[in-house]
């Protein structure tokens, strides 16, 4: 379905696509065959008729392979290295630079290969909620599939605003069947995904996963927002019925999508937000899940959106039932579904939304000397954005035999385009100017490290994010954290007290305290990055490590 961006359906004669064929000739390419927004319907027919390995699935979604590719491939993402962003870009490993003459060539490359196509899809639409901030984005792009996934995943013009549309802010050329040309220099392997913020264009080559185009526009955003003083996030946000807003942030694993898919609230979106003076707003158009152990029982909603207008990735089916099975990992573990957000029955239409009241860190402590819940002063909100801290445990990748700490700044450093700390000082901005009460809440071990200990229950969890939503846990007793300098509530209605404190938890206390410190110096060496461009005061608010402790 199409919706215009006030989240009321459009008529069916609203829907139809403006053009059969449209001119690309403003971007070098002659292709007589060019369709424009077209409907699902009519996607679901050229996929199945050009692309190999397409389906129609038993609930009706568009099943779809993305041939070798099944994840994003972030060695191979480059920046275009221009003189009006040299000083903006945080240069290094995130944002490999590259030479303006190589994106020019791959860009080249990638026009002439589109322009050898019989037939080609532009999803014209639009980035973020807010048409304060909205970024008009062009995709490109030869395969039906990777045109439907666009269409869920940015913001659906209705038919004026697409007969308004004009030219866009940012285009994505998806040549993605076709290898890279690596005697440019810069490019290192057959897959490019390139970006020149100074053009507003964004390149692929070598790789037809379409989460590419997804999160090539989160960083876009994340290059964007800031300079206009809006925060842009990498997390899930809800409301309450009274309008009282929440956004968690974590890393995969940590609880993010399952806690803030809470039937009692209304879904503003689950992975990429801004926040300006006014609210926040949902970055795109629809939902990306993880389909791997999809369960009709546990994530319901889900389950359910995966319908006509889906779009399932890399999924195994039954070739007489079509019926998917959401165990089988064979083609990948990362089996995905996109649709669009108003599949989701409880989403908040238009996906805006008023001044957060909390905004919770979520992480998967497997060492278990996080507490379950705990608050955090801005500076140290600041530290722990900066950090972005979770942990992997054994069979989660191979060679992984014990818990290793993992840090992503800012719950999101593959897509950050500036340094982190500046969307930690915008985070302390909004921090100061609302007053907003920032949670770090464990959902990973108790009791002792992983091997050891359990799983934190997520009907703990659950229980914690309740009382932080009724506005009970604020107002608790607390203590202070001797290693991590948190303050620790000593009661939650629904969480037993002991369970509170991580030291009460270990049958061994000398043993909590090794660990403590290991994972404290673990924060120490990870933030040695970050501490040259930092303020005293964030620095302050690291772990006690040895004497300090």
């Given at each position: 379905?199409?919706?215009?961006?006030?989240?009321?359906?459009?008529?069916?004669?609203?829907?139809?696509?403006?053009?059969?064929?449209?001119?690309?000739?403003?971007?070098?390419?002659?292709?007589?065959?060019?369709?424009?927004?077209?409907?699902?319907?009519?996607?679901?027919?050229?996929?199945?008729?050009?692309?190999?390995?397409?389906?129609?699935?038993?609930t009706g979604a568009l099943i779809a392979r993305s041939g070798e590719k099944t994840g994003r491939s972030p060695k191979d993402k480059r920046v275009a290295h221009h003189p009006e962003v040299t000083d903006d870009?945080?240069?290094?490993?995130?944002?490999?630079?590259?030479?303006?003459?190589?994106?020019?060539?791959?860009?080249?490359?990638?026009?002439?290969?589109?322009?050898?196509?019989?037939?080609?899809?532009?999803?014209?639409?639009?980035?973020?909620?807010?048409p304060r901030y909205r970024v008009k984005v062009r995709v490109i792009c030869e395969r039906a599939y990777h045109a439907l996934f666009m269409h869920n995943m940015l913001i659906r013009p209705n038919r004026e605003e697409l007969a308004d549309f004009g030219e866009p802010d940012y285009t994505i050329y998806?040549?993605?069947?076709?290898?890279?040309?690596?005697?440019?220099?810069g490019v290192t392997s057959s897959t490019s995904v390139s970006l020149c913020l100074s053009r507003g264009e964004f390149v692929i080559l070598g790789?037809?996963?379409a989460g590419e185009m997804k999160k090539g526009v989160f960083t876009i955003m994340n290059y964007i927002m800031p300079k206009q003083g809006v925060l842009s996030m990498h997390c899930s946000a809800n409301e309450g019925h009274d309008g009282d807003v929440s956004v968690f942030f974590g890393l995969s694993g940590t609880g993010k999508t399952t806690l803030s898919a809470d039937p009692r609230r209304r879904l503003i979106g689950?992975?990429?937000h801004c926040w300006t003076d006014e609210g926040v707003f949902n970055i795109e158009g629809g939902c990306y899940a993880k389909a791997i152990g999809l369960d009709p029982r546990a994530e319901p909603e889900i389950y359910n959106a995966i319908r006509f207008g889906a779009v399932l990735e890399n999924v195994v089916y039954d070739p007489v039932t079509r019926e998917v099975d959401y165990h089988d990992g064979s083609i990948t573990e990362n089996t995905r579904c996109s649709y669009p957000i108003e599949f989701i029955p409880n989403a908040r239409l238009p996906c805006v939304g008023g001044t957060p009241k909390n905004v919770i860190f979520l992480t998967c402590d497997a060492f278990s000397v996080l507490p379950p819940v705990s608050k955090l002063t801005p500076a140290q909100a600041m530290y722990h954005f900066i950090s972005g801290y979770t942990a992997k445990v054994a069979g989660t990748e191979m060679g992984v035999t014990e818990p290793q700490a993992t840090f992503s700044a800012?719950?999101?450093?593959?897509?950050?385009?500036?340094?982190?700390?500046?969307?930690?000082?915008?985070?302390?901005?909004?921090?100061?100017?609302?007053?907003?009460?920032?949670?770090?809440?464990?959902?990973g071990w108790t009791g002792g490290p992983y091997g050891e200990g359990r799983r934190?229950?997520?009907?703990?969890?659950?229980?914690?994010?309740?009382?932080?939503?009724?506005?009970?846990l604020k107002d608790q007793e607390t203590v202070t954290d001797p290693t991590f300098g948190v303050q620790v509530p000593l009661q939650c209605h629904g969480v037993p007290d002991e369970v509170l404190i991580p030291a009460k938890t270990w049958a061994?206390?000398?043993?909590?305290?090794?660990?403590?410190?290991?994972?404290?110096?673990?924060?120490?060496?990870?933030?040695?990055?970050?501490?040259?461009?930092?303020?005293?005061?964030?620095?302050?608010?690291?772990p006690r490590v040895g004497e300090m402790a």
């Open positions: 379905m199409n919706t215009t961006l006030n989240g009321q359906p459009d008529t069916p004669q609203k829907t139809r696509s403006l053009h059969v064929t449209f001119s690309l000739a403003k971007h070098g390419i002659e292709v007589a065959e060019v369709l424009r927004n077209p409907a699902p319907a009519r996607l679901y027919e050229e996929a199945l008729a050009h692309e190999k390995g397409s389906a129609i699935s038993s870009v945080w240069w290094g490993d995130v944002n490999i630079e590259m030479e303006p003459d190589s994106f020019d060539a791959l860009q080249q490359q990638a026009v002439n290969y589109l322009n050898t196509r019989d037939r080609l899809y532009v999803i014209d639409a639009y980035a973020g909620w807010d998806n040549a993605g069947r076709l290898a890279a040309n690596q005697e440019l220099p790789t037809e996963y689950d992975d990429e800012c719950f999101g450093a593959p897509f950050l385009v500036l340094h982190p700390t500046h969307y930690a000082e915008l985070l302390a901005e909004k921090i100061r100017a609302t007053g907003v009460q920032v949670w770090l809440v464990n959902t934190m229950s997520l009907a703990h969890t659950r229980a914690i994010i309740d009382a932080i939503h009724d506005g009970s061994d206390p000398a043993a909590y305290e090794e660990m403590a410190q290991h994972l404290a110096g673990l924060f120490h060496k990870n933030f040695q990055a970050y501490a040259d461009q930092a303020s005293p005061e964030i620095v302050a608010a690291a």
